[in-house]
Structure formats: C-alpha cells, structure tokens
C-alpha cells in the first residue's frame, strides 16, 4: 500500500500528521478566495483566532506573510518544540472578539 504524501506545514515547517492536516483558503472564501494550502490544525486555528477575514485578505495571504508578523513568530516558536501531531484549544484573541 502507498504511503501517503507527506505534507510540510507552511507556517511551521513541521510534517502534517493526517488528523491534523486543515485546508486553509490563502483568502478568506468571504473575500473571494479559492487557493487552499494544507496547514497544520494548530497553525490554521492560530490563524484565525488572531486576524480579520479582512487583514488575511489583504495583507496576510501568504506563509510567508503570516511567518513574518510578531505574534505568529510567537506562536511558531513555541508550537515547533512540540510534536507534529501535538493540538489544544485556540482561544480567539481579545482584538478580534471586540
């Protein structure tokens, strides 16, 4: 039987175990997108507890955008000293819930 592909995680450069791969639209489908790129679970809902439909549309719609901001460094840094297949809760933040 086949191995499955494997698959990198964009934001964090980890492999992607199967239960945790998520299809992220590079643009929100609200804003018209229809690229997807796979991402970790953990990564993708850091994503959008973080930023606006609109700030992911408009200025965060690449990995290497999303790498580059402050707080996703953050999260990176720490997510990667877990195992790929590791995942909790996200908790939206408190700029994006006003």
């Known amino acids: 039987m086949p191995k499955a592909q494997e ?3 964009p934001i964090c ?12 639209h590079l643009v929100p ?6 690229t997807t790129e796979y991402l970790h679970r953990i990564c993708h ?3 959008h507890a973080l930023f606006t439909e ?3 549309a ?5 990995a290497s955008a999303l790498q ?5 460094q953050r999260f990176i840094q720490w997510v990667k000293s877990k195992p790929d297949h590791f995942f909790e809760k996200t908790r939206k933040s ?5």
């Open 7 to 9: 698959v990198v995680c």
């Open 13 to 24: 450069e980890r492999l992607i175990p199967d239960s945790q791969k998520d299809a992220h």
């Open 29 to 34: 489908k609200s804003k018209g997108g229809k």
């Open 45 to 47: 809902r850091q994503i």
């Open 54 to 56: 609109t700030e992911l």
């Open 58 to 62: 408009t200025h965060l719609h690449t």
């Open 68 to 72: 580059e901001h402050p707080e996703m």
């Open 94 to 98: 408190a700029r994006i819930k006003a």
